[in-house]
């Protein structure tokens, strides 16, 4: 009896401790498998059954309509930002914008700008594209230059909308006119600025008593609006001249550009002669030349037929 008792009592203590060994990982896992406890297919796990049997699951919104007021927002600003980004094509508003030092501007602008026009022509660029029917799409570089090249007394323009308003607005920069050209060809005297552009043709019904020193062309350079007819330093050379002769006290009578390249005759107020000029040298010394001869001349009782040609450096000839 003791001996199989025995036995018994080794062989159950056998089978409940197992030596550890470099593979019991596994084995061990396998044994615990073996001894965890079934669970029978109908009481099975809850989050099995609820995905297989479709129920919804726990972590769901429980309050989907409070996104609503949000929603309304965002689709009544998108609506507001499609509506506003339209552009009335029909009727832009023209704002003109005077250019720096424009004193006699003021005096001659009713003559030379044109707002309707502006605002016609602003119109039909608008209408030329389905894409300028949106702020966002608009080309405005191309109707900027568009503007520029039709008329000729424009220098900037620029194209802008407001973020509410559909009417767009365009803000142009005229030149500035410095002198008044008179054409031989055809009597007809245009606005130049002082880069020597032509800017338009002075209307005959405009008054003759204009601020603007009116310059003679005797070239028979053709005028038209656009072309550039004078160079800069011709242009600089007869304000000059004009300053040194109003500092002297005389009133000029008529400026001309003969046919003779680089070359100005001035004539004074109660001369027969004109003052020759040449418009590479300096002005302050010719100037200074004919005045002091025109000087002495008149107290000598000497009055030229012609002229009195101050071009050369240092000396005066007359005629």
Same mark, same amino acid.
């Given at each position: ?8 009592t ?10 550890k060994?470099?593979?019991? %990982? ?5 044994y ?5 406890p079934?669970?029978? *297919? ?8 609820n995905?297989?049997? =479709?129920?919804?699951?726990a972590?769901?919104?429980? /309050? ?14 998108? =609506? ?5 980004s339209?552009?009335? +094509?029909?009727?832009p ?5 005077? @250019? ?13 700008l044109?707002?309707?026009? /502006? ?16 702020k966002?799409t ?13 008329? *000729? ?19 142009? +920069? ?5 002198l ?9 005297? /245009?606005y ?10 002075? %209307? ?6 204009? *601020?603007?020193?009116?310059?003679v ?7 038209? *609006? ?15 001249v ?17 046919a003779v ?17 040449d ?12 005045i002091?001869?025109?000087e ?7 009055? @030229?037929?012609? /002229? ?12």
């Amino acid at each position: 009896m003791k001996l199989f008792t025995t036995k018994k009592t080794n062989q159950r203590n056998r089978s409940r401790i197992r030596p550890k060994s470099p593979g019991s %990982s596994k084995a061990s896992n396998t044994y615990s498998t073996h001894n965890q406890p079934r669970r029978s *297919p109908i009481s099975g796990d809850t989050r099995t059954r609820n995905s297989v049997g =479709g129920g919804a699951p726990a972590s769901g919104p429980k /309050y989907p309509w409070r996104w609503l007021p949000l929603t309304v927002i965002g689709v009544v600003i998108i =609506g507001l930002l499609l509506y506003t980004s339209f552009v009335d +094509v029909s009727n832009p508003k023209v704002r003109i914008i005077a @250019p720096n030092q424009a004193e006699t501007f003021t005096v001659v602008k009713d003559d030379i700008l044109r707002e309707n026009a /502006y605002m016609e022509a602003t119109a039909a660029a608008l209408r030329e594209s389905i894409l300028s029917r949106s702020k966002f799409t608009v080309n405005k570089s191309r109707i900027e230059s568009a503007l520029i090249a039709e008329f *000729p007394e424009i220098q900037l323009a620029s194209l802008q909308f407001h973020l509410i308003d559909k009417t767009p607005i365009i803000r142009l +920069v005229p030149r500035n006119p410095v002198l008044l050209v008179e054409s031989t060809q055809d009597n007809t005297r /245009y606005y130049v600025d002082a880069n020597g552009v032509v800017m338009a043709q002075k %209307s005959t019904n405009t008054s003759e008593d204009s *601020p603007l020193r009116t310059v003679v062309d005797e070239s028979g350079l053709e005028l038209i *609006p656009g072309s550039r007819v004078l160079p800069v330093d011709t242009i600089r050379f007869i304000d000059q001249v004009e300053e040194q002769f109003n500092a002297a006290d005389l009133r000029i009578q008529s400026m001309s550009l003969p046919a003779v390249a680089n070359e100005l005759h001035v004539r004074v107020v109660g001369d027969e002669f004109v003052g020759k000029f040449d418009i590479t040298a300096d002005v302050r010394i010719q100037a200074g030349t004919f005045i002091a001869v025109r000087e002495q001349l008149n107290q000598d009782n000497i009055q @030229p037929r012609e /002229y009195i040609d101050a071009r050369i450096q240092g000396r005066a000839y007359y005629r």
